[in-house]
T-cell receptor, first 121, second 112 residues
Framework: GAGVSQSPSNKVTEKGKDVELRCDPISGHTALYWYRQSLGQGLEFLIYFQGNSAPDKSGLPSDRFSAERTGGSVSTLTIQRTQQEDSAVYLC???????????????????FGQGTRLTVV | RKEVEQDPGPFNVPEGATVAFNCTYSNSASQSFFWYRQDCRKEPKLLMSVYSSGNEDGRFTAQLNRASQYISLLIRDSKLSDSATYLCVVTSLSGGYNKLIFGAGTRLAVHP
């Protein structure tokens, strides 16, 4: 597709259930980010994938959260045993990042999907 | 200390006003800088890149001061449609690659 695609666009789940959120990045983009945004709040970094490198998981809030990126393309964010505080919009972004980029040069920016609005009841 | 800090606002300004947003970053090795705009209940979208020499796009001017680790965005002749949250973005090395770090954003409300 032309842009970053996320599914589902809305998800309502019961507390304690597991959910899977999907992100389909722009074709050829090597970097993929997951962010979370609660109502009226800023973006909270969750996890970053870059090519075949080990992901940067430093933003995951607990071990109930995990993410995979298969084949360097589609990513799935899984939340186990959901809690009400997990309710938020989950945003995925992708970017074309080249290895060995010369210092001082501008790097490509990131493009966001429209997000998945998760409501835990 | 957060890697990217912004005044959360909100900035409430009348139409036609000039408004300036500031952003500071902590990583002196950051290489690239951007301003994003996020409308209510929408995803963030790139507004403009920020270059060392400063750059302008119509009513918008971005400045970078590497020595002070400071980025600014100036909006002249504000329009109602400029009402949004403006996010400052810098890069940070992670595993040998540059990762984008987003500030929490500054809210702008332009009123008639």
């Amino acid at each position: 597709g032309a842009g970053v695609s996320q599914s589902p666009s809305n998800k309502v789940t019961e507390k304690g259930k597991d959910v899977e959120l999907r992100c389909d990045p722009i074709s050829g983009h090597t970097a993929l980010y997951w962010y979370r945004q609660s109502l009226g709040q800023g973006l909270e970094f969750l996890i970053y994938f870059q090519g075949n490198s080990a992901p940067d998981k430093s933003g995951l809030p607990s071990d109930r959260f995990s993410a995979e990126r298969t084949g360097g393309s589609v990513s799935t964010l899984t939340i186990q045993r959901t809690q009400q505080e997990d309710s938020a919009v989950y945003l995925c972004a992708s970017s074309l990042v080249l290895g060995g980029h010369p210092p001082g040069a501008s790097l490509p920016s990131a493009f966001f999907g429209q997000g998945t609005r998760l409501t835990v009841v | 200390r957060k890697e990217v800090e912004q005044d959360p606002g909100p900035f409430n300004v009348p139409e036609g006003a000039t408004v300036a947003f500031n952003c500071t970053y902590s990583n002196s090795a950051s290489q690239s800088f951007f301003w994003y705009r996020q409308d209510c209940r929408k995803e963030p979208k790139l507004l403009m890149s920020v270059y060392s020499s400063g750059n302008e796009d119509g009513r918008f001017t971005a400045q970078l001061n590497r020595a002070s680790q400071y980025i600014s965005l100036l909006i002249r002749d504000s329009k109602l449609s400029d009402s949004a949250t403006y996010l400052c973005v810098v890069t940070s090395l992670s595993g040998g690659y540059n990762k984008l770090i987003f500030g929490a954003g500054t809210r702008l409300a332009v009123h008639p």
